[in-house]
C-alpha cells in the first residue's frame, strides 16, 4: 500500500426510473440525479501511481450501464482503518514478520489517518482504538504474540469492525485483516459479511499468508468469500 495513491472518482449515477423520466420531463431527471464518489487506484506496471488522469482514463458502470465521470482528484479525506490482526495459533511461525511489516504500516498510515488494531485469536479484541498516535499503534503490534491452541475469528471482526466504523460515521472506511490460513472460529455466513461491507460503503483490503486450501467445515468454508 505504501506506493498506492488512491484517486476519488466523482460519478453521476441515476436510478432507473430517472433515466425513463429523462426522456419526459428533464425537471424529474436532475431531482432523481445523484453524485456518488468512488476510490479507486491507479499504478503503472511497476506499482508506482500514475498522476494527472481526467475523468476520460475511467469508466463506470452500473448494472452494465455506464455512468458519466464528472471529475477525478487526489483523496485526501482521512481514512478510519481498522487492522486485524491474525494472533491464532496458526500466526506462531510468521509473528516476528507480523511484528516488523505492520509496525512500518502503522507508522506510515497513522499520518492524517486514525488506525485501530484488533487482534482475532478466539474472539475479535481491540488492541488499540482508533488512533493518530504511531507510537502506541507500534507499541501494539511490536507486542503481538499467538496465543497456543487457538483459532481465529476474522468473519466475526470484519462484521463488528464494519458495525463500529459506520457508528464512527467516517467519510472513508477501510478494513485490513492480516492473517494465515489457520483455523476459522466463526457462526456467520460469507453473505452477511459481503451484504454489511457493501451497505455500509466499507473497503476490504486483505493480506493473506498461506495457501488457503477449501474445507467444507463451515468457518473455513465461509472464510473462502
Same mark, same amino acid.
Given at each position: 500500500? +505504501? ?6 472518482? =466523482? ?7 430517472? &433515466? ?5 420531463? #428533464?425537471?424529474? =431527471?436532475? *431531482? %432523481? ?12 506496471? +511497476? ?9 476520460? =482514463?475511467?469508466?463506470? +458502470?452500473?448494472?452494465?450501464? $455506464? ?5 477525478? #482528484?487526489?483523496? !485526501? ?8 490482526? %491474525?494472533?491464532?495459533?496458526?500466526? @506462531?511461525?510468521?509473528?516476528?514478520? &507480523? $511484528? #516488523? @511489516? ?5 507508522? &506510515? ?13 478466539? $474472539? ?7 488512533? %493518530? ?5 507500534? %507499541?501494539?503490534? @511490536?507486542? /503481538?504474540? @499467538? ?17 463500529? &466504523?459506520?457508528? $464512527? ?18 457462526? *456467520?455466513?460469507? *453473505?452477511?459479511?459481503?451484504? !454489511? /461491507? ?5 473497503? /476490504? ?17 465461509? *472464510? #473462502?468469500?
Amino acid at each position: 500500500m +505504501k506506493g498506492l495513491r488512491s484517486i476519488r472518482v =466523482a460519478t453521476a449515477c441515476a436510478v432507473a426510473a430517472a &433515466l425513463v423520466a429523462s426522456a419526459l420531463t #428533464s425537471v424529474s =431527471a436532475q *431531482r %432523481d440525479r445523484r453524485e456518488r464518489t468512488l476510490f479507486v487506484g491507479a499504478v503503472n506496471d +511497476k506499482g508506482e501511481p500514475v498522476e494527472g488522469l481526467g475523468p476520460d =482514463a475511467f469508466v463506470v +458502470k452500473e448494472d452494465g450501464v $455506464r455512468r458519466e465521470v464528472l471529475r477525478v #482528484s487526489p483523496a !485526501t479525506e482521512p481514512m478510519d482503518i481498522a487492522l486485524l490482526v %491474525d494472533n491464532s495459533t496458526a500466526a @506462531s511461525d510468521e509473528i516476528t514478520f &507480523l $511484528r #516488523s @511489516s505492520l509496525s512500518k504500516f502503522v507508522q &506510515l498510515m497513522a499520518t492524517g489517518n486514525k488506525v485501530a488494531v484488533i487482534t482475532l485469536a478466539d $474472539r475479535p479484541t481491540i488492541k488499540v482504538e482508533y488512533t %493518530d498516535d504511531a507510537v502506541k499503534l507500534k %507499541d501494539a503490534v @511490536s507486542s /503481538l504474540f @499467538s496465543t497456543p491452541q487457538s483459532g481465529m475469528t476474522l468473519l466475526d471482526a470484519i462484521f463488528e469492525s464494519v458495525n463500529g &466504523l459506520r457508528r $464512527r460515521e467516517t467519510p472513508r472506511a477501510v478494513v485490513v485483516p492480516v492473517v494465515t490460513d489457520g483455523v476459522e472460529f466463526t457462526t *456467520r455466513y460469507f *453473505r452477511d459479511i459481503v451484504n !454489511t /461491507l457493501v451497505k455500509n460503503r466499507v473497503a /476490504l483490503h486483505m493480506v493473506t499468508i498461506g495457501p488457503f486450501y477449501h474445507d467444507e467445515e463451515h468457518g473455513t468454508r465461509e *472464510r #473462502s468469500f
